[in-house]
């Protein structure tokens, strides 16, 4: 059974700073892409960042200069250090991995965490 983990979420003032992790574990071969998404209330679920094995970077607009995915192959391990954070960056932050396991290429989402910036 593969999970996602996440942790690093809680309560910031704008202008500060959080660092989000998610570790996958369970019968694991290869990590394709791993990433980041957010849902706000009323809103839908928007990619934030994806890191490819190879090291490839995709940013949404909105984090580009304020955001930095980074990820530990060795620990199956992706990171999201967050930067000048604003209120509009409040959401609940899921981890996403797509990955060889032995269902085959499959995509896994975490349980998500909450980030909360207040003005």
């Known amino acids: 059974q593969v999970q996602l983990v996440e942790s690093g979420g809680g309560l910031v003032q704008a202008g500060g700073s959080l660092r989000l992790s998610c570790a996958a574990s369970g019968r694991i071969f290869s990590i394709n892409l791993m990433g980041w998404y957010r849902q706000a209330p009323g809103k839908q679920r928007e990619l934030v960042a994806t890191?490819?094995?190879?090291?490839?970077?995709n940013y949404a607009d909105s984090v580009k200069g304020r955001f930095t995915i980074s990820r530990d192959n060795s620990k199956n391990t992706v990171y999201l250090q967050m930067n000048s954070l604003k209120p509009e960056d409040t959401a609940v932050y899921y981890c996403?991995?797509?990955?060889?396991?032995?269902?085959?290429?499959?995509?896994?989402w975490g349980q998500g965490t909450q980030v909360t910036v207040s003005s």
């Open positions: 996403n991995a797509a990955l060889f396991g032995t269902l085959g290429l499959r995509a896994y």
């Open positions: 890191i490819t094995s190879g090291g490839s970077l």
